[in-house]
T-cell receptor, first 115, second 116 residues
Framework: AQSVTQPDIHITVSEGASLELRCNYS??????LFWYVQSPGQGLQLLLK??????LVQGIKGFEAEFKRSQSSFNLRKPSVHWSDAAEYFC?????????????FGTGTRLQVFP | DADVTQTPRNRITKTGKRIMLECSQT?????MYWYRQDPGLGLRLIYY???????NKGEISDGYSVSRQAQAKFSLSLESAIPNQTALYFC???????????????FGPGTRLTVL
């Protein structure tokens, strides 16, 4: 079955530290992968997406993610976290089932940033 | 102005009441979606519509209904609200693009619904 796993429910980092948020997916076909960010009181905003090509994709706000097919992973990274990055982050996979395409979300990782 | 708007932004209601959440978009997208978000569960799809005449159930449609009044408007109704429908509700839109099977979805700001 199609699924997305974000193993870390909550992560805390110091401002300026590096960040990696984990995402693993289960999908039998070519995955289409997304990372969204939800700031407090806001809707979801797309950070980056992977459809094909270069497995390292760059997104907004200095984020990047690397697709590793062998590990079924699409981890999100940032070299130096800013206090404004505190938010909830969702990984998602585009899947085709029930005769239509759908977006399957992980359960999210909440990022807390200490000064 | 926001491309995807939701009204109301916050709503408190009582068990058994009928409530409607509204979504409007100015992006010109054909596809619209309703999700609910619960802590620890991520976003789950309630209903989706690929055009005005196309309505489809998502994974958690029981207790909900929808109406696609126009390309730009997609409403979610709770006919008889119950406390476990307390959640954050999001509307989203996307565009169909030939050759791109999964296009980005654009989300509204959400409606926080509390059912007492």
């Amino acid at each position: 079955a199609q699924s997305v796993t974000q193993p870390d429910i909550h992560i805390t980092v110091s401002e300026g530290a590096s960040l990696e948020l984990r995402c693993n997916y289960s999908y039998g076909a070519t995955p289409y992968l997304f990372w969204y960010v939800q700031s407090p009181g806001q809707g979801l905003q797309l950070l980056l997406k992977y459809f094909s090509g270069d497995t390292l994709v760059q997104g907004i706000k200095g984020f990047e993610a690397e697709f590793k097919r062998s590990q079924s992973s699409f981890n999100l990274r940032k070299p130096s976290v800013h206090w404004s990055d505190a938010a909830e982050y969702f990984c998602a996979v585009g899947a085709y089932f029930d005769n239509t395409d759908k977006l399957i979300f992980g359960t999210g990782t909440r990022l807390q940033v200490f000064p | 102005d926001a491309d995807v708007t939701q009204t109301p932004r916050n709503r408190i209601t009582k068990t058994g009441k009928r409530i409607m959440l509204e979504c409007s978009q100015t992006k010109g997208h054909d596809r619209m979606y309703w999700y609910r978000q619960d802590p620890g569960l991520g976003l789950r799809l309630i209903y989706y519509s690929f055009d005005v005449k196309d309505i489809n159930k998502g994974e958690i449609s029981d207790g909900y209904s929808v109406s696609r009044q126009a390309q730009a408007k997609f409403s979610l109704s709770l006919e008889s609200a119950i406390p476990n429908q307390t959640a954050l509700y999001f509307c989203a839109t996307s565009d169909f693009a030939s050759g791109v099977p999964y296009n980005e979805q654009f989300f509204g700001p959400g409606t926080r619904l509390t059912v007492l």
